[in-house]
């Protein structure tokens, strides 16, 4: 169901009566598909005295070969910068704090459209001492509110990098700074120093990988597929056998193959990990995509809908997880796993009871995988996307009303593309994110829903 309104405000006359009667101009988003490279015009760095990323910051952009006029310096004042990014780990209390107001206020209206604000911190709770702990927590309030204020498909990020991880910066920075962040706004990344794969190469960061999608047949799930096959992944494709001739059509655009199977079967995760040990030897990336809805007021829910329900989208990915982990393990070192839930699953939504427990569940789920000893030491990073308002088969089927208010709740006033999902999972599953993990990755161009 094509967003009209967002057609209309694209074009000259919807624009100006937009503005003149104070509606939401959302603006056209600049996704990879898009063409042009990654970081698109100048970055402005800035540092608060006694940081310690700006330096790697501005070694990486050199080495991406993007302009990085200083502060102040004349072409500063000519060219609108692609971001603005400020390295706020020497703000070591609140008096200091003034420095995010003083490199921000100058420049953030000549930010171009679809730019980046970048805020660089240190966790609160690794921070020297409780001074430092409540500024470093301030900059997450702060860049929330600075998502919202951004207007023209311009978003913020906040990267928390753990004192020794610098090096993990790289990947989680060019996802922040790139179109493939699109419709991420006002999210907090921890980057944690992670048993580090180098960063491979930007263009087909997952060569040489074997992926498994689960849901792979239509929606996000065959847009994930797809995205992580033009990364470079060989791609498996799983989907129930009702969805057969789907699942092989959208393999053939993968060049992958297609694994029907209904993961709620008792033997089903046993097929898929034998599958994948005796075609390849085993799997580096799964994302697990599958789930359904049946939604319903609790006091009116059957019980067949409450069970359908919690065993596709969470007992099942429990179950794959342990025969992908258990006894001889099928995810190799350095794999990575990828749930998707939801924000019904961190605000809770009605008529979604037996969803949002899922969905909440996946997100308990993956902290805990991410904690444990040996899943650490494997290298093997465990993560979530939760998206917000997707444009899918799914959203087009909501009545218009919800629709336009899903649509539009949120700071870039859009719904996002099932791309957008699949751009973050390819993120979480490159070699970069090595130090991402254990984290809930909102996709929901920041909504209002649990922000
Ligand atoms: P979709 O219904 O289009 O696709 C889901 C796929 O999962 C289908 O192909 C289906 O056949 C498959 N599937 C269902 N049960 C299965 C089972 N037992 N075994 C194997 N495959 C099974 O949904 P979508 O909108 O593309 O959503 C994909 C994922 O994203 C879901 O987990 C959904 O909860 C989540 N999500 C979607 C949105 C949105 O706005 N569309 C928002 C938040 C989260």
Do not use: D, F, V
């Given at each position: 169901m094509p967003d009209r309104y967002l057609s209309w405000t694209a074009s000259g006359p919807g624009r100006l009566v937009a503005a003149r009667l104070g509606l939401p101009r959302p603006e056209p988003l600049r996704r990879r598909q898009d063409g042009g490279s990654d970081v698109p015009g100048p970055v402005v760095i800035g540092a608060a005295e006694g940081g310690r990323l700006a330096e790697p910051v501005r070694r990486l952009l050199a080495d991406w070969a993007v302009a990085t006029p200083d502060a102040g310096d004349a072409r500063e004042a000519t060219d609108s910068p692609a971001a603005l990014v400020l390295d706020a780990t020497g703000v070591a209390g609140s008096e200091r704090l003034r420095e995010l107001y003083a490199f921000l206020h100058p420049r953030i209206r000549a930010l171009a459209p679809c730019g980046r604000v970048v805020v660089l911190g240190t966790p609160p709770e690794l921070a020297a001492d409780t001074r430092e702990a409540a500024a470093q927590r301030a900059l997450e309030g702060f860049v929330r509110s600075v998502g919202k204020e951004l207007r023209r498909g311009a978003t913020a990020h906040l990267l928390l990098v753990e004192p020794g991880a610098e090096q993990q910066l790289a990947g989680p920075l060019r996802f922040a700074l790139s179109p493939r962040s699109a419709y991420v706004s006002g999210q907090t990344l921890r980057i944690a120093s992670g048993s580090g794969t180098e960063p491979g190469g930007f263009e087909r960061p997952l060569s040489g990988r074997v992926a498994l999608v689960t849901?792979?047949?239509?929606?996000i799930g065959a847009t994930v597929a797809q995205t992580l096959a033009a990364d470079g992944a060989h791609v498996v494709c799983l989907d129930v056998p009702a969805q057969g001739a789907d699942l092989r059509a959208i393999a053939d655009t993968t060049a992958g193959e297609a694994l029907e199977a209904d993961l709620t079967d008792a033997d089903a995760p046993r097929r898929v990990a034998d599958h994948l040990t005796q075609q390849h030897g085993g799997v580096d990336i799964v994302v697990h995509n599958a789930g359904i809805t049946r939604d319903r007021t609790l006091g009116r829910m059957e019980p067949g809908q409450w069970d359908a329900v919690v065993a596709v989208n969470l007992t099942a990915v429990e179950r794959l997880n342990e025969a992908l982990l258990g006894g001889e393990p099928v995810l190799r070192d350095g794999g990575r796993i990828v749930c998707t839930s939801s924000i019904s699953g961190i605000a809770g939504n009605v008529g979604q009871t037996n969803y949002a427990a899922s969905k909440a569940g996946l997100i308990g789920l993956v902290q805990a995988v991410a904690r444990d000893r040996e899943v650490a030491r494997r290298g093997i990073t465990v993560n979530a996307v939760a998206p917000g308002f997707i444009e899918t088969r799914m959203t087009a089927a909501v009545p218009l009303l919800i629709r336009e208010a899903g649509r539009r709740l949120n700071s870039l006033s859009q719904g996002g593309q099932p791309v957008d999902v699949a751009e973050a999972v390819a993120f979480l599953s490159s070699p970069g994110a090595a130090g991402v993990t254990g984290q809930v990755l909102r996709v929901c161009g920041q909504a209002l829903l649990g922000a």
């Open positions: 849901g792979a047949s239509r929606g």
